[in-house]
């Protein structure tokens, strides 16, 4: 399995803050991640496809980056409902496999 | 708009099966794979297995000696069976589409969830 390391666990940040969130894969991927958001008891959205590419209707405040084994998402000015858990979603290989989600909390 | 309903039992003693299904709505089952994904609490999201418009099948080798997917193309929606289940196999399950097309890949949208919990 591809194993996907998420960095970090959690974080404290204030609205206006710049965040950046990171995964490394065990192997070479390509650029084949996405970037989810999650909310408490409701399903993730998807919020970046195929590393770099904003989906339809998410802000541009939102932004990810790498190829091969590093990525990284980032928000340039956190927002009040961007406080939520995100996780990495790698699809270059059988299983699928998540990182296991940072969670953005009001400080 | 794709829009995906899920539904099945929520509580199960231990080495029940657990049964989901989810519809398809406004949408096209080919050209996608149809897939399953759980969260066990406090846990990562673990993606449990696949299956196109025609059949093809993968799984998680954690999980493929107790799991069938199953689609219905007449009927547009796709299901999970889950055999023998424990405790450990309580979490949210979700259904969702996985979109292959290259430079266009992603998993959306999802279906609302369904807790499944597991308790003798």
């Known amino acids: 399995d591809i194993q996907m390391t998420q960095s970090p666990s959690s974080l404290s940040a204030s609205v206006g803050d710049r965040v950046t969130i990171t995964c490394r894969a065990s192997q070479d991927i390509r650029n084949d991640i996405g970037w989810y958001q999650q909310k408490p008891g409701k399903a993730p959205e998807r919020l970046i496809y195929?590393?770099?590419n904003l989906h339809s209707g998410v802000p541009s405040r939102f932004s990810g980056s790498g190829s091969g084994t590093e990525f990284t998402l980032t928000i340039s000015s956190l927002q009040p409902e961007d406080f939520a858990t995100y996780y990495c979603?790698?699809?270059?290989?059988?299983?699928?496999?998540f990182g296991q989600g940072t969670k953005v909390e009001m400080k | 708009q794709v829009q995906l309903q899920q539904w099945g039992a929520g509580l199960l003693k231990p080495l029940e099966t657990l049964s989901l299904t989810c519809a398809v709505h406004g949408g096209s089952l080919s050209g996608y794979y149809w897939t399953w994904i759980r969260q066990p609490p406090g846990k990562r999201l673990e993606w449990i297995g696949e299956?196109?418009?025609?059949?093809?099948?993968s799984y998680n080798p954690s999980l493929k000696s107790r799991v069938t997917i199953s689609i219905d193309t007449s009927r547009e929606r796709f299901s999970l069976n889950l055999r023998s289940v424990t405790a450990a196999d309580t979490a949210v399950y979700y259904c969702t589409r996985f979109s292959p097309s290259v430079g266009y890949t992603w998993f959306d949208p999802w279906g609302q969830g369904t807790l499944v919990t597991v308790s003798s």
């Open positions: 195929v590393a770099s």
């Open positions: 299956i196109s418009h025609v059949r093809s099948t």
């Open positions: 979603l790698q699809h270059n290989g059988y299983p699928r496999t």
